[in-house]
Every structure is written in structure tokens, then in C-alpha cells.
């Protein structure tokens, strides 16, 4: 397994809209290996593979506490659907937009249907933290960040503030 480079706005590659995967061999697992690793290194509870600048429509996933025992969840072509007409607000980071943390408003539960790690159709109940966190992992899959939720003054402070703390740390 191996750690790799998570990409920053303002990438383009971000933007992008990621590619149904078409079978679920040993290649698109190690690349799940990766991403779990690279993702429990930064540390974050969930990433995109646009994240690291694969395309494919894969996600992962562990929202189980710090130090206790890991429950990584993964995620080929996954599809989403509300399932309660109720929203709620949840601060939001996001590790391609370093030190910016807003308040999001999105669907408070949904059902994600996807391919597992071996390849088998699932079904998963989202509430609270982890119906957040799968809503902003399937937005990376349509090239969408949480700042574009934000209004357009907030959105331009984040990418100054990503920008400044860049130069701040190339000059260090
Ligand atoms: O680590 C992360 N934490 C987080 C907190 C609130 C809402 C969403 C997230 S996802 C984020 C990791 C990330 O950038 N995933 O794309
Ligand atoms: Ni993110």
C-alpha cells in the first residue's frame, strides 16, 4: 500500500466528472488500498478518488473514532437518493481544501447503492455525520467542492485563504 499525493484547488483535475468503473479487479482494489491509507494518513474520514487524481467513480470511508478499531467502508459507481425530505447543517472540511471549515446544508439522511470491495451490490442507511460525509464524497464525483454550497463571498475566501496558505508555506 502506499501513501499517496492528495491534489489541492485549484486543480483543475477537481472539476472533473469521474468515470463509471467497470469491474472491480485486484487493480481497482489496490487502489482502494491506497486511497483507505492515504486517507487514515492525512487524517480525514473520507476520500474521492479525484482526490488523487484518478477519475473512476470510487470512494472510502471510516467514520469509526480515532484509535478504536478501523471500519473502512468502500464504494464503486455508487448512486444516492434522499430518503427524508429533512436537511441539516454540518461543518464541513475537506482535504483538497486545506483549513477551510463551513457550515453545509444538505439532505439529514439518504440510501447509497454501490459495489463493495468484492465487487457485490449494497444497500447503506445514511444518518448524521456519515449521510454528510457520503454526500460530499459523491459531489467529488461530479467535480463539485463543498465551497460551491457557499455563497460566492465565502467561496472566493476560501480559495484566497488556500492560495495564501500555499505561498506562506512554499516560502517557509
Ligand atoms: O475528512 C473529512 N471530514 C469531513 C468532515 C465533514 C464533512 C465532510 C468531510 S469529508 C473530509 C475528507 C474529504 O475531503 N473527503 O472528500
Ligand atoms: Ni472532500
Redesign the pocket.
Known sequence: MTIREIITIPDPRLKQVSAPVETVDDDLRALMDDMLETMYAAP?????AI?VGVPKRVIVMDLAPEGGTPEPLYFVNPVIEPTSEEHAF???????IPDVYEDVERAAECRISYLDYNGDAQTLECTG?LA??AQ??MD?LEGVLFIDHLSRLKRTMAVKKVAKLKRAAENA
Open positions: 480525514g474520514i473520507g476520500l474521492a482526490q454540518y461543518q464541513e472540511g475537506c482535504l483538497s455525520l454528510t460525509c460530499h464524497e467529488h
